[in-house]
């Protein structure tokens, strides 16, 4: 996609089926980007013209109108106007109406040739509008609005090759040159232009069109009544939205499992090859334990990526996900959210990665912001693991009444934590930063379409690339740097000792002993390494909330994944590590016992793992949360402001359990 | 807008689900005007009212052949007569 390519840009409102247009145009040879300075996505693609012509396509965001209200419309505008540095124009413009809707497509339609850039007019969703009985005279229209005209199916694919002919065909002789040919003709541009400033005027311009050239009125479509009778029944309504919200929600919890396991174990038998293969030293431990782990954290996230865009781009494409938040605008207003927040957030307690992605469907900045902020409140399953092992090793196995178990009791009132802080963060983030008048609700209910594969796909396809590239690779480089913290330096005496008696034991034949002697080593050399001495520095800090230095190192490797912290509690405790069962079953064993050294009080009580609950519930403990954000808000601010702030709730909350649990006399 | 009979004036939010009005003016802001404008309720339009959500909000309108859903609070700006 060189710059001296010609441009070409599609543009169209929502609805119009100009994505699958692009999609069919371009095929994979597209990619996802932003606009500078901005969160609108930008899609551009590669496209190969009759005459052998390589074109840059650009997909622009779908817009109601030429007069812009959101950064979207603005991109719009500037792109036909020639206004934005990294878009400069376009040469042509194909502005795509849905054929089934002339009547209304043809406002913003009118409004695009008023620009004056050449332009070619695409009647998408023919065979529709002609399953509707709809006849559009398109010789009529191509006369009329003086430019090309042409009637195409993007799912078919009916003349689309039609207007690869007209993109190849050269412009500015009269030919394609909307603004000429408009300006001679019986509507003259004058009058397109002021349609663009004049709704009313807009409109009456546009029925005299239809008049014209439409030769059948379009009927209501019974079918589409007939669904939405069902979809968005009183009854019936919610309770379809409720079982489809639970199908997704299954599916990357419960579904995606398996797959993350195979990835697990794959990359687990790569740096096995590598420690096989490579001498063992700096070089063999940084391919293994930092880059191979931080890839294999990254391909762990595809398949709910996956799983979530596949449901996300067959619930948007249909139609359902606007009558999704037609149901739930009620509900989610109450505080203060559209609709379409529900999704994300019941996605992100699987995981808040997949979650904040799926906020891209939310249309106002402030309302896709605050979902964002407040999706890694709810608690994910990497949370569960550290919840399980606290849980088991401290909270008695009772009953109250009989039949409520105290463990799972507690378990629950952590979810509800979670929710009750995201519900009060959007609160106060709606009165405070992200205050601003309540964005215009007002939404189109589009007709119900078949999903194409080719756009569920590609949908899928973009998401995850975009994901590896931008939030993929900041993952990995934050591995490396934990990787490095918890390695260097090497060496400590007592570590040397302990790997010295362990390799005399292996010798000997002692291989418990040696296993016992190897787990010492790996213990001595996470306490002596700089995330050790981080834990100490930070102890200070976290001996508030009842935490150790040995828990701080806990908290800062498991920055790399909350999960992280029972290994590594594990190695800190100089026990096996490897696999995660078996690390927080004798986790859970030992954890009571741990005694200080200097006053040889307990170090957990129960008071501790509460506050350590409490402390995980709320803190930003995730790289890849603040890679991800970092990807969909396309800044830093935004994931510094959301690592400060839950981590300032996280101290403040468990600072509350901790020190107010011993004014009251618990342990 | 001079028709021989007074026409009733209401706010869209008053119409009752399967029935028709015209649109007469919209209140509020130029933005939320120009907005609704855009998508086609321009004043003398017919609009329909399909329906209420669920939970009573928002609303089903159809428009020049197009389904909108709005919010109550959004209707109410909306000024009707009878057709």
């Known amino acids: 996609m060189s710059k001296t390519s010609e441009r070409v840009a599609l543009v169209g409102s929502p609805n119009s089926g100009k994505s699958s247009l692009f999609n069919r145009l371009t095929g994979l040879r597209q990619k996802v980007a932003n606009y500078p300075g901005v969160t609108v996505e930008k899609t551009v693609g590669d496209c190969v013209l009759p005459s052998g012509k390589r074109i840059e396509l650009l997909d622009l965001p779908g817009t109601y109108s030429m007069a812009p209200r959101s950064p979207d419309e603005q991109i719009v505008r500037d792109v036909l106007e020639g206004r934005r540095e990294s878009t400069d124009g376009a040469d042509l413009v194909v502005a795509v109406v849905d054929a089934t809707n002339l009547e209304r497509q043809l406002y913003l339609a009118l409004q695009i040739l008023s620009t004056g850039r050449p332009a070619i007019l695409v009647l998408n969703l023919i065979d529709a509008a002609e399953a509707e009985g709809i006849a559009i005279d398109v010789d009529a229209l191509t006369r009329r609005l003086g430019v090309p005209v042409l009637a195409v199916s993007a799912k078919t694919g009916r003349g689309v090759d039609r207007l690869r002919e007209a993109m190849d065909a050269p412009r500015g002789n009269g030919h394609g040159n909307g603004a000429a040919t408009a300006n001679g003709g019986a509507n003259g541009g004058a009058t397109l232009l002021a349609g663009a400033n004049d709704p009313a005027r807009g409109y009456k311009d546009v029925e005299a069109i239809v008049r014209e050239v439409v030769r059948r009125r379009p009927k209501p479509d019974p079918l589409r009544i007939r669904i939405d009778h069902v979809l968005t029944h009183r009854v019936f309504g919610p309770v379809i939205f409720l079982l489809l919200m639970a199908t997704v929600f299954q599916s990357i919890y419960a579904w995606a499992t398996p797959a ?159 929710i009750a802080a995201a519900l009060a963060v959007a609160w106060v983030l709606k009165r405070t930063v992200l205050r601003g008048r309540r964005p215009l609700y007002v939404m189109e209910l589009p007709p119900y379409r078949v999903p194409t594969w080719r756009s569920v796909l590609l949908t899928i396809r973009n998401r995850c690339v975009l994901f590896l590239k931008r939030a993929g690779t900041v993952i990995v480089a934050v591995s490396i740097v934990l990787w490095f913290l918890a390695t260097y330096p090497s060496g400590h005496p007592e570590t040397r000792a302990l790997e010295a008696q362990a390799h005399a034991a292996t010798a000997a034949g002692a291989t418990a002993e040696a296993a016992r002697l190897d787990d010492a080593a790996a213990g001595s050399a996470l306490r002596h390494s700089f995330a050790g001495m981080l834990g100490q520095v930070i102890e200070p800090a976290i001996r508030p909330l009842g935490f150790d230095w040995k828990i701080g190192i806990g908290l800062i490797s498991s920055f790399a994944a909350r999960e992280v912290m029972v290994s590594t509690m594990a190695t800190i405790y100089n026990l096996e590590s490897g696999s995660g069962n078996d690390a927080s079953a004798s986790l859970r064993r030992i954890l009571p016992g741990v005694t200080d050294a200097r006053t040889g009080l307990p170090v957990y009580t129960p008071l501790v793992a509460v506050s350590l609950m409490v402390f995980f519930a709320l803190a930003c403990q995730c790289m890849s949360t603040v890679a991800v954000v970092r990807r969909e808000t396309n800044s830093w601010r935004w994931p510094i402001f959301m690592l400060v702030l839950m981590n300032v709730m996280a101290w403040g909350a468990s600072f509350l359990v901790y020190q107010g649990g011993r004014m009251l006399g618990w342990v | 807008m001079i028709t021989i009979e007074t026409p009733v004036l209401n706010t869209l939010s008053m119409v009752a689900s399967g029935a028709r009005a015209r649109v007469l003016h919209i209140d509020g802001d130029e933005h939320f005007a120009r907005r609704l404008m855009d998508l086609g309720m321009t004043p003398g339009t017919e609009i329909a009212l399909v329906r209420r959500a669920p939970f009573g909000d928002p609303i089903e309108l159809v428009v020049r052949g197009s389904h909108f859903s709005i919010r109550r609070s959004e209707a109410d700006r909306i000024h009707v007569e009878d057709v």
């Not at chain 1, 490579?278 to 782990?293: N, R, T, V």
């Not at chain 1, 505080?335 to 939310?362: D, E, K, N, Q």
């Open chain 1, 260 to 418: 993350m396991d195979v990835i697990d174990a794959g990359f687990t038998a790569l740096s096995g090859v590598v420690r096989a293969t490579l001498p063992a030293g700096p070089l063999q431990s940084l391919i293994a334990d930092g880059m191979i782990a931080g890839a294999g954290t990254v391909a762990s996230f595809l398949p709910q990526l996956v799983i979530l865009f596949f449901f996300l781009a067959l619930l948007e494409d249909s139609g359902y996900m606007a009558r999704a938040a037609f149901i739930m605008d009620r509900v989610m207003g109450a505080v203060g959210l559209p609709g379409r927040a529900f999704l994300p957030l019941l996605s992100s307690f699987a995981c808040a990665i997949p979650g904040i992605m799926a906020t891209r469907t939310i249309e106002s900045r402030n309302d896709r912001l605050t979902t964002i902020l407040i999706a890694p409140f709810m608690s994910c399953s990497a949370r569960l693991p550290v919840y399980a092992l606290l849980i088991g090793a401290f909270i008695p196995d009772k009953h109250l009444l009989g039949f409520v178990g105290l463990r799972g009791l507690t378990l629950l009132a952590l979810y509800l934590f979670g």
